[in-house]
């Protein structure tokens, strides 16, 4: 009895054990991915155990308790169905965490989750998915693994034979222990603690834990407040100008738009029917290429709005908006998409007058659907002559935006959001045809405003605040990488009303250049603390900097007739030099055949732009100081 005891002992450790591996195998896994393809520091890992071993216990505990209360057939049942629920849960979280960090270079909030979990049907009508089809799909996956569960409890069920051992009591206080344990730990995780070294969960539920996080480019709070202080001093002596030409400003910010898919720009479709009609009706003052100064959405907008580059981003920065408002003007923003839940979004537009998002419209519409800004521009009432400014964020170009049928030009076409590989036909008129509905898009809203009143006299600008990857270099989407389809922007400028004087058209400019452009057009002062220049009289550039994440850069612009390109990957250890007036597309890293020297000054010139963490990590691993 005693020898069959200890057999049956030693076989149900055995089988707690493995069980144990089986668990943090797959927890390893996604930390692998997490630490090595997405630069999460190694600190991580160990908090990451920690937390994933709170589900385990729980449902150790459950089993025991099902396993005494149940009949042996029904209690593996239940656990099956109770497993794979947990697992299923786990591995889609795991999915989408990496997802967030592909796509947008962050960990996904919470918010993020649920607001996507309440519009569920229209973002997968948005892919162009069948929502009846996923749903048998997980269902089907879910069956499946409660079967396979099922099966292996048949053989391997240690609680069915270690619960009737067990006493009720005892049972009862290992719950209540456990219990009170779970409750200390998931306190721990929701105040914070182990979000600021990177623990995805905690940062899932606190995004903004430790240094604030712009989609992947860290704002240190020490050199975030040495700007702050610099930039109050400048609010101090700002005095807004008494003979401005308070003129309106209607700012368009597509996402992922870029220019060389647009008809006016030259592309080979006519993607921008619209918009090529105003260049040829006298409307269109200007159409140049900008630098970006990143490949993501935060900071590609504040970019725009602050004037200013990712390495001098603060947490209070003067803005476009807040200089208008200080000369009079009515703010309104009206944005496509969840700015209030995403990272913190909302907040660097400051104190306007109007503000609506895709969150405020989720319960008519899909978050990323465009027809929101035309229904809420249609409850606009007629200007009433005080100067105002209306900023509209676009998604029709985005791979998350609502395609309408309407301008499903080019077909076939499949939404891109999880394709990897070489660009191809389904993926590109994909894109083009949200490109063609935003062009759509934009005339009805400028109907709307002129209907209104608003473009008597006015300036409107379209931009973007990224590009896209259409599978060059084997990559899709954006926040990936800092290759030209990522940071090469539109400008577009308008004019409504009044004549307007010059636009230059310099060789090299950037999306920091398009707030002191419309100020200028304005005869409105820019705060002395913004890096951008007014494109009617731009000055010469040496250098142009980007970063995107981990890559880190600079455009030499020094030479007209010679645009170098130059980067450091401090995941890939590795620098990356283009000659891109030869070599546009990026096909060849000539960075051996640079001349050291040269490298040299771009390489000071990337590290002395950046914080000291970057400046170490990227010294560390290129092997210089």
Not at 8 to 32: D, K, Q
Not at 593 to 607: A, F, G, I, K, Q
């Amino acid at each position: 009895m005693s020898v069959r005891g200890s057999g049956s002992a030693r076989v149900e450790l055995r089988t707690l054990c493995l069980e144990l591996l089986g668990w943090n195998a797959a927890v390893a896994a996604f930390l692998a991915v997490y630490v090595t393809r997405y630069g999460a520091p190694v600190e991580a890992v160990a908090a990451h155990l920690r937390v994933m071993l709170l589900p385990l216990l729980g449902l150790t505990l459950i089993r025991l308790a099902i396993a005494r209360i149940l009949p042996a057939e029904w209690a593996r049942f239940a656990i099956a169905a109770l497993a794979a629920w947990l697992i299923g849960a786990l591995l889609s979280y795991y999915a989408v965490v990496l997802l967030g960090l592909e796509a947008w270079g962050r960990v996904i909030s919470w918010d993020l989750i649920a607001g996507y979990a309440g519009q569920l049907p229209m973002l997968v009508d948005a892919l162009g998915l069948s929502l009846s089809a996923c749903v048998a799909g997980v269902v089907s996956a879910y069956l499946a693994m409660a079967a396979l569960l099922w099966l292996y409890l048949r053989r391997h069920d240690w609680a069915g034979m270690l619960a009737p051992r067990v006493s009720l009591p005892v049972l009862g206080c290992m719950l209540g222990v456990a219990v009170l344990v779970l409750a200390i730990e998931i306190y721990r995780i929701a105040t914070g603690a182990g979000g600021a070294i990177g623990e995805p969960i905690g940062l899932t539920l606190r995004p903004l834990e430790g240094a604030r996080d712009l989609q992947g480019h860290a704002v240190d709070a020490l050199r975030a407040r040495a700007l702050d202080a610099a930039e109050d001093e400048v609010r101090a002596r700002y005095v807004p100008a008494g003979a401005a030409h308070r003129r309106n400003v209607v700012l368009i910010v597509v996402d992922a738009l870029r220019p060389d898919h647009m008809g006016l720009f030259g592309y080979s479709r006519d993607t921008t029917p619209r918009l090529s009609a105003l260049a040829r009706n006298g409307t269109l003052r200007a159409a140049m290429e900008l630098h970006a100064v990143c490949a993501s959405s935060f900071c590609g907008l504040l970019g725009i709005a602050s004037s200013r580059f990712v390495h001098q981003f603060s947490e209070r920065p003067i803005t476009l908006q807040e200089v208008l408002k200080r000369h009079g003007y009515r703010v309104h923003m009206l944005l496509s998409g969840d700015h209030t839940t995403y990272y913190g979004l909302k907040h660097i537009y400051g104190g306007v007058d109007t503000y609506f998002d895709g969150h405020d419209g989720r319960a008519s519409r899909y978050v990323n659907d465009d027809g929101l800004l035309l229904d809420r521009l249609a409850a606009f009432p007629t200007w009433d002559g005080v100067p105002v400014m209306l900023q509209l964020h676009l998604m029709s170009a985005h791979p998350l935006g609502k395609r309408q049928a309407s301008t499903a030009k080019y077909i076939p076409a499949a939404s891109y959001l999880v394709q990897h590989g070489e660009p191809n036909e389904r993926a590109t008129n994909y894109y083009d045809n949200g490109v063609l509905q935003a062009d759509a898009t934009i005339a009805q809203a400028l109907n709307s405003l002129t209907t209104k009143g608003y473009l008597q006299d006015a300036l409107v600008v379209i931009t973007a605040d990224h590009g896209e990857a259409l599978g060059e270099h084997g990559l899709f989407q954006h926040a990936n990488s800092v290759r030209e389809e990522v940071l090469r922007v539109p400008f577009v400028l308008l004019t409504y009303g009044a004549g307007a004087a010059a636009l230059s058209k310099p060789h090299s400019a950037s999306q920091v250049d398009i707030a002191p452009t419309l100020l200028r057009e304005l005869a409105i002062p820019a705060p002395a603390t913004w890096q951008g220049m007014a494109l009617q009289a731009p000055t010469p550039r040496d250098f142009i900097p980007f970063q995107e994440r981990w890559d880190i850069g600079v455009y030499d612009v020094r030479d007209r007739g010679s645009v170098w390109k130059y980067w450091l990957s401090s995941k890939a250890g590795e620098e990356f030099v283009f000659q891109l007036s030869r070599d546009p597309g990026e096909q060849f890293n000539v960075v051996s055949t640079v001349p050291s020297e040269l490298r040299r000054e771009w390489r000071r010139r990337v590290l002395a732009d950046h914080t000291i963490t970057s400046k170490r990590r990227v010294s560390q691993d290129i092997g210089v100081e």
